[in-house]
């Protein structure tokens, strides 16, 4: 079965190395163009392109796939690319273009996506850090037949997965890309041989997950201890939930709830396993601190290099 893939970051890359490694001939690789990023703002490649420079697969870094839009040479390039590709199916991972009708409808067996959720929970751009933050028990993976709609395509394989207490995006992450690999290759074998059964997802339990702005970064120290101790998982790596404490800003990555009381924002206590803050109810200990152009360090290393005392007050953070 000839297969294009449609990728872009680490989680996608993880599953072009299965389809690699299971001996799937890919015929075209769709990727982001490359962005500048570090302190040179270089361009940098893909994780995605990066693989398949490494492997020889073809490659197409179209700015957008609209045949109509600001684009269209690009959309048109990759059009041509994809038609001599000749794939029979096309495996998308955290691309992050949309799909036009066109592409949809090209190979023979559609598009499969790679959705890091149990559909219809949390469709859409974060699914893994919005899993995190509402304090789901499981998450998992999808794969899905794609339509037009977001995420709202016939599911043909899912399989769950435990989120564990101390699960950041990132750990989670990590278990989520290899179990995506795993499923999209058992998804085309039993595509080869006719194997797949769709199922249409239900009308009940659908949510969406957000696009994560860097606005929600900030700690609201009136919310819940809970609540605030999950979104330090939820935006780790990206994009750190922030603190300001007399006009610094500091990075809180970690976290456990504890008991305690006063104002929301005032330091409770300190000491070398953390700094201990009142919440909207009970309190939240910060066990890892990052200072600005600093590196994330246990609680009693930063506290080496930063004065906080109980009795100070974290900034409020204004809804």
């Known amino acids: 079965m000839n297969v294009a893939f449609a990728g872009t970051p ?3 890359q993880i599953a072009l190395a299965a389809l690699q490694r299971a001996g799937f001939p890919i015929g075209l690789v769709l990727t982001q163009p490359d962005r500048p990023a570090g302190r040179g703002m270089k361009l940098h490649a893909s994780p995605v392109k990066a ?7 073809d490659i197409a870094q179209p700015r957008s796939l609209r045949l109509d839009g600001k684009f269209a040479d690009d959309a048109a390039l990759a059009r041509t690319a994809l038609i001599a590709a000749r794939p029979e199916v096309l495996v998308v991972a955290a691309y992050g273009l949309i799909l036009p009708p066109w592409l949809l409808d090209l190979p023979r067996l559609g598009c499969l996506n790679i959705h890091a959720s149990l559909l219809p929970r949390w469709r859409g751009a974060a699914p893994i850090h919005r899993a995190i933050e509402a304090g789901d028990a499981a998450t998992g993976i999808t794969i899905m037949q794609m339509d037009a709609g977001l995420d709202t395509g016939d599911m043909l394989l899912r399989e769950a997965l435990p989120i564990a207490g101390d699960d950041s995006t990132a750990s989670l992450h990590d278990k989520l890309a290899p179990l995506g690999g795993r499923l999209i290759v058992e998804a085309l074998e039993l595509a080869a041989c ?3 059964v769709r199922r249409a997802q239900p009308a009940e339990g659908v949510s969406y997950a957000h696009k994560i702005d860097k606005a929600e970064a900030a700690i609201d120290w009136r919310d819940a201890a809970a609540v ?3 979104r330090l998982r939820a935006f780790d790596p990206f994009p750190g939930a922030t603190a300001t404490l007399g006009g610094e800003t500091i990075k809180c990555w970690r976290g456990r709830v504890v008991s305690g009381a006063g104002a929301p924002g005032v330091v409770l206590a300190v000491g070398d396993d ?3 803050v009142a919440c909207g109810d009970a309190a939240l200990r910060l066990t890892e601190l990052q200072r600005a152009g600093g590196k994330r360090l246990p609680a009693a290393q930063f506290l080496q290099g930063q004065s906080i005392a109980a009795g100070m ?5 204004a809804r």
């Not at 693989?51 to 697969?57: C, I, L, S, V």
């Not at 007050?313 to 953070?317: D, I, K, L, S, T």
Request: net charge negative; charged share 20%; proline share 4%.
């Open 10 to 12: 680490e989680f996608a």
């Open 51 to 57: 693989f398949a420079q490494e492997h020889g697969f």
């Open 313 to 317: 007050v974290f900034e409020p953070h």
């Open 194 to 196: 006719g194997g797949l």
């Open 228 to 230: 605030i101790e999950r």
């Open 274 to 276: 953390g700094v201990t």
